[in-house]
C-alpha cells in the first residue's frame, strides 16, 4: 500500500469531466449526463489539505452552478460555498456527513475525498486477475469510526501499483457498492484513470466519470479558490 | 503600432462569448372557475455575457408575453460591464443585487426594486435592475462592498390588472418626485470560526409611494373631509445584521433589519400652494426579521423553514398646514413598508415551509411550499412537478392556493383566493 500512496500526483489538477447516470431498474437501462469542470489543488503546508471546485455547464439548467470546498488537515468539517446562478449568490453550506450522495451520483463525499495511508488496516488477501492485470488484492479496514464502511477490498495491478477495483462494504458486512477503473493512461509523470464506474448494487444504479479533458500542474492560484472566482464562472 | 494592434488581437481572439437561457411558455387557470390568469410573463429569458482577460460585459434580457390580448415586450433586465481586479470585482451599469444570508425574503436586500408581477418567482427573478456602481473587496476573511445607485427606481406594480387581486386601479399621480436620488449601501461580511457575519447599511428612497400631503376641506361644525390624497417616496435608512452558522446537519440563516423612514421635507412655495394643503409629517421605525432553519435528507431532499416577521414602532406623525405651519388634528395614515421583504405586504408573521429535490436521475424535480400567516387566519399552499422526458426539457405542472377568512374581507389572503391557480408549462434551457 506504501508503494500505491507513493505514485506521484500533480499539485494541482484540472479535469473535463462527463459523470452519466445508470439506472437498471426492472432490466430497462436509461442513463442522464452532465458535465462538469473539477479544479483542485493540493496543500503541503497550512490548515487545508485541498481546495477543490466543481463548475456544472451541462444540464443548460444548472450552467453556472458552481461548488467550492476546502478540506481541512484537522479533519474538522469542510468549508463549502455554493452558488447558485438563479439566486445570484454565493451560499456557504456544509456537508458533515461524508456518507452523503455526490450530486446525486452513487460516490458518496468520502469516496471522492481519498484516504490518508494510515487511515486504514491492510491485509493481503491474495493475487487475483482484473481487466487483464494480475493484481494482488487487498483488505482494507478503516481505524476511526465515522465511516460508511466497514471495510474494502482493493485490487492493485502488480505492475504500476494502480487501484483498478475496490469492493465497499457497509457496516453490515454487505457488499454494497463496486468501483470499477479499468483503464488509465499516463501523461507525463502523471496516471489518469480515464474511466470509473461505481456500482450501487443495493439501488440498481450506476455511475460512470469519464474524463473528457486533463491539465496538470498548470500553478493555480489560490485566487481561484474563492467566493469571488465562484461568482464569475 | 503594430505591437498594440497585435496585443488587442490577440486580446479579441482569446475573448470568451457564452449565453444560456430558457423558454418556457406557460398557462395559468383559476382553479375556482377554470379561466385563464391573464397576466404577462416572461416567455424567453436570455443571459448573454463576453468575456476579454478581466472584464465582463453582461446581458440579462427576457421577452415578456401576454397571452390574450397577445402582447410582448423586450426588457432589458441587466446590461453591465464587470471588472475584476486582483482585490475584487467593480461593476457598472443596470444590475440586480443581492444581499443578505437567507434565500429570499430578505430584509436587508433593498438596492434593487422588485416587480410584483413576478412576486412569487424565486431568486433575482423578482427584482427590478438599478443603474448602479459598485465595488466589493476581498481581504483575507472580510468582504467590503459598496454600491451607489443615481438613479431611483420604484417597484413595478401591476396598475389595473384585473386578473392581479391586490392590484391598484390606476397607476397614481406621483405628487412628489424624490428630490434626491442617490442611494448608497455598505456591506462586510466575515468569518468567525464556522460562521459568516454581515452588517450592512443602506439609505435610499422608498420603493412604493405613501402620502406626503392632503388637499383637505376643514369646516366649522363638520369633520375635515380629505379632497385628494397627494403621493411622494419617503426617504428610509436600514441597517442590517446577517449571519450563517451550523448546528451539524442542520443550517441557520438570520438576517434582521432595522429600517428608520421619514417623510422627505417637501420645501413647498407656501405663497404658491393651494390653502387647503396640508402636509403629513411621519417618522416610523420598524423591524424586519428572517429565522431560516434547512436542512437536507440523504435522498437529498431540501427542506427548508423560514419565520419571517415585520414589526412596527416608534411612530409619530404630525399633519400641518402648508401655509400657516400650524398643527392640526387630522388622523394618522395606514403605514405600510416602502422597503424590505415584499411578503410584510402579506402578513407581520408568517411562517414558510419549502422542500425541494430532484429525483430520477435528474429527470424529476419535486417541490412544495406552505405559508402561514401566524397574525390571523390566511395560508397559501403550492407544488410544483417537473418532469424532464429529455435533456434541457421540462414539463412542469403546479398549483397555488390560497385561503383566507371569509369573515375579513381585507384580509390578504382573503383576497388573493381568487388567484389561486394551476399552471401548466414547457421549459426548454439552452
Known sequence: MEKV????????????IKMTLISNKGGKKRSRSRVLTSIEKKYENGIFKTKSL??????????GTAFLNWDRVDGKGDDQWLYLPALKKVKRIRTSDKSRSFQGSDFSYEDLSGRELDSDEYKLLGEDLFAGSVCYKVRAIPLEKETQYSSRIIWIDKNNFLMKKIEFFNK?????KVLDIPNHVKNGDYWTATKMTMYNLMKSHSTELKVIEVNYDQGLKDNIFTERYLKRQ | MKKYIFLLTIKFISAQFNYSGEINPYVMNRTSNKTQINLPYRIISLD???TIGNLDIKTVSALEHRNNPSEWEYDIREVYLAYYPSWGEVKVGKQIHAWGAADGNNPTDNINAYDYYYLFNSG????????????KAYYKSFQLEGIFTPKHEVNRFPYGEKDFPLAIAEKPTIEYPVENDWEFGFRIQTTVGESDFGFSIFNGNDRTPSLLSA??????NIPPVIKKLNLGYRTTTMWGLDFVTFFGDLTLRMESALFKTQTPILRLNVFKSPLDLYEYQQEINYLQSVLQIEYTTLSDMTIVMQLIGNKVFNESYDWFHTYSQELVGLPSMKFSPGMGT???MFSDQALLLSSSGVFMDDRLDLGGNIMMNLDEKGQMIGANIAYSPLINWKIEIGFTIFSGDKNNLENRFTLMEDFSNTRVGIIYNF
Open chain 1, 5 to 16: 500512496d507513493q505514485i506521484k500526483s500533480p499539485y494541482d489538477i484540472q479535469t473535463q
Open chain 1, 54 to 63: 466543481l463548475l456544472f455547464s451541462q444540464p443548460k439548467e444548472i450552467k
Open chain 1, 172 to 176: 453490515k458486512n454487505n457488499l454494497f
Open chain 2, 48 to 50: 448573454l455575457g463576453y
Open chain 2, 124 to 135: 433575482t427573478g423578482k427584482k427590478v435592475g438599478a443603474f448602479s456602481f459598485s465595488a
Open chain 2, 215 to 220: 388637499n383637505v376641506n376643514f369646516q366649522d
Open chain 2, 342 to 344: 415584499p411578503f410584510a
